[in-house]
């Protein structure tokens, strides 16, 4: 099986740079993904990680350590707009790449 | 992107009724399709997935025969909730592997709000 932790809430400040951290232990490991849901909607995708290392896209960037089974999304200059659940999934080799979706992390920024 | 479409966003049906919902791949074949429900602030569950022509795989505590799911073509999955209840009311999102996408990436439809009174 799998066990996916990230923190169930965080706030920060329009403008600031939030880090949203995610732990992972799975026997199967290939690839590591982070979507955005805003309210009553679908999850869209944000980034994916498969290697070690740094993914940088515009104001979002993803870092992955498999060694350590960590991964975290980075989102600089905060928007309004950001305020959303952001959702750290593991997809699973071992059980026909399936992804398995962490709780979530309520963001909310504040003006 | 591809694009993924689920039909109808919302529904109300009364308990005892049994709901249909549609999953299409729009632009792109997909031989897998998943299923998940989500409760209010909580994450997403996987339910079953489902691979065209054949039966679809339940996860553990999903009750197969009361979440109907047929993946008749490549393009087209629905679940089939029979004998709705209450406690079936949720937000159920289905998503599409796209096997020539590279990163195998699962692209989501747009969810399917459900109320059962």
Same mark, same amino acid.
């Given at each position: 099986g799998q066990n996916i932790d990230q923190p169930t809430e965080m706030t920060a400040t329009e403008g600031a740079i939030?880090?949203?951290?995610?732990?992972?232990q799975t026997s199967g490991f290939?690839?590591?993904?982070?979507?955005?849901?805003?309210?009553?909607?679908?999850?869209?995708?944000?980034?994916?990680?498969?290697?070690?290392?740094?993914?940088?896209?515009?104001?979002?960037?993803?870092?992955?350590?498999?060694?350590?089974?960590y991964s975290y999304l980075l989102l600089k200059e905060l928007q309004m707009?950001?305020?959303?659940?952001?959702?750290?999934a593991v997809r699973d080799g071992n059980a026909g790449n399936m992804l398995t979706f962490g709780g979530g992390t309520r963001l909310m920024v504040k003006p | 992107?591809?694009?993924?479409? #689920?039909? =109808?966003?919302?529904?109300?049906?009364?308990?005892? &009724? %049994?709901?249909?919902?549609?999953?299409?791949?729009?632009?792109?074949?997909a031989t897998t399709m998943f299923w998940y429900? #989500?409760? =209010?602030?909580?994450?997403?569950?996987?339910?079953? &997935? %489902?691979?065209?022509?054949?039966?679809?795989?339940?996860?553990?505590?999903?009750?197969?025969?009361?979440?109907?799911?047929?993946?008749a073509s490549l393009t087209l999955s629905t679940l089939t909730v029979t004998s709705a209840h209450p406690e079936?009311?949720?937000?159920y999102i289905c998503s599409a592997r796209d096997p020539a996408g590279g990163r195998y990436e699962q692209y989501f439809?747009?969810?399917t709000r459900l109320t059962v009174t």
């Open positions: 939030v880090q949203i951290n995610c732990t992972y290939n690839g590591l993904f982070w979507y955005q849901q805003h309210a009553g909607e679908a999850p869209t995708f944000l980034s994916y990680n498969v290697l070690d290392g740094l993914e940088e896209k515009g104001r979002f960037s993803s870092f992955l350590s498999r060694s350590k089974g707009k950001d305020s959303a659940s952001y959702l750290c | 992107g591809a694009v993924v479409s #689920q039909h =109808p966003s919302r529904v109300i049906c009364k308990s005892g &009724t %049994s709901v249909k919902i549609e999953c299409r791949s729009l632009d792109f074949q429900r #989500q409760f =209010p602030k909580q994450s997403l569950m996987l339910m079953a &997935t %489902s691979n065209e022509g054949s039966k679809a795989t339940y996860e553990q505590g999903v009750e197969k025969d009361k979440f109907l799911i047929n993946h079936d009311s949720s937000f439809g747009p969810g």
